[in-house]
């Protein structure tokens, strides 16, 4: 089943609800509601980050639907069981959203976003999920004029943002490593038909460090599902001593991270 993409999800949603294009709110109007909602949406994720899963609860409309990720749509009392399930098996930690977009209309409003959290396995303290998302939360006006969460639609990173983080990954900038690479990121090289090479996060941070006068030129990049491939161009001016190197560089994406990095490295004269 494909992925529901928050486009879609939404023009789904503006049908589902009837929007009216006649019935137009004022500006202030939006700007009172929206600062509502996203102080609800912050307040919501507190709860869900304590894991306080009757708080959470609700926040949520009786006809809620949820399409969170994994191709899943549950209703109210399929989320309880899944939620209850979730924190059973999983600690929730490093919960955050920032906000990109919000309107609202007299009955419906939406709050668009991307949602960061880290999932701590309770059995294993050492395995650590990071899931990034584009989120979509749909809220509903209450008869007692309070909003409840009606839809929460969710989106992987696609392989074209796939390709933009390879893209930022080749511009070597410390300041961006910790936004690239997952913390488990393991990275292998072949070179003059040796045995493999390989590196972490904490290598990567200090090859940028010591070696600063790298640039790589990507030539071909293609991206399909998790993985990236490229063939790039390596040049460098480190201590007088000029190196130039074809790349061919295979990356595995999860959850908007690189988590693995594949190279066969070939030295140009």
């Given at each position: 089943m494909k992925k529901v993409t928050l486009l879609i999800a939404l023009l789904y949603?503006?049908?589902?609800v009837g929007c009216q294009q006649g019935s137009e709110v004022s500006?202030?109007?939006?700007?009172?509601?929206?600062?509502?909602l996203i102080e609800l949406t912050h307040k919501s994720l507190e709860t869900w980050e304590n894991e306080d899963l009757e708080t959470y609860m609700s926040y949520l409309d009786k006809d809620i639907v949820n399409m969170y990720a994994y191709d899943l749509s549950m209703n109210l009392e399929e989320n309880r069981q899944g939620f209850k399930d979730l924190?059973?098996?999983?600690?929730?930690?490093?919960?955050?959203?920032?906000?990109?977009?919000?309107?609202?209309?007299?009955?419906?409003?939406?709050?668009?976003?991307?949602?960061?959290?880290?999932?701590?396995?309770?059995?294993?303290?050492?395995?650590?999920?990071?899931?990034?998302?584009?989120?979509?939360?749909?809220y509903k006006k209450q008869e007692d004029g309070n909003?409840?969460?009606?839809?929460?639609?969710?989106?992987?990173?696609?392989?074209?943002?796939?390709?933009?983080?390879?893209?930022?990954?080749?511009?070597?900038?410390?300041?961006?490593?910790?936004?690239?690479?997952?913390d488990?990121?393991?990275?292998?090289?072949?070179?003059?038909?040796?045995?493999?090479?390989?590196?972490?996060?904490?290598?990567?941070k200090n090859a940028i460090a010591t070696w600063p006068n790298v640039n790589d030129s990507v030539l071909i990049q293609i991206a399909e599902d998790d993985w990236v491939a490229e063939r790039f161009i390596?040049?460098?001016?480190?201590?007088?001593?000029?190196?130039?190197?074809e790349i061919m560089q295979?990356?595995?994406f999860r959850d908007g991270k690189i988590v693995k990095s594949y190279e066969v490295i070939s030295e140009l004269k």
């Open positions: 949603l503006l049908i589902l500006e202030s109007y939006q700007d009172e509601v929206c600062a509502q924190f059973d098996t999983y600690s929730i930690e490093d919960v955050k959203f920032e906000v990109v977009e919000c309107f609202a209309d007299h009955n419906y409003a939406f709050v668009v976003g991307f949602l960061d959290q880290k999932w701590i396995s309770n059995d294993k303290q050492d395995t650590i999920v990071t899931d990034k998302l584009r989120s979509l939360t749909v909003w409840k969460m009606f839809r929460l639609i969710g989106q992987h990173p696609t392989p074209d943002e796939n390709k933009r983080l390879s893209t930022l990954y080749h511009e070597r900038n410390l300041e961006d490593v910790d936004e690239l690479l997952a488990d990121f393991i990275g292998s090289y072949l070179y003059q038909n040796t045995e493999p090479d390989t590196w972490n996060k904490e290598n990567h390596r040049t460098s001016t480190n201590d007088g001593n000029d190196m130039k190197a295979f990356k595995q």
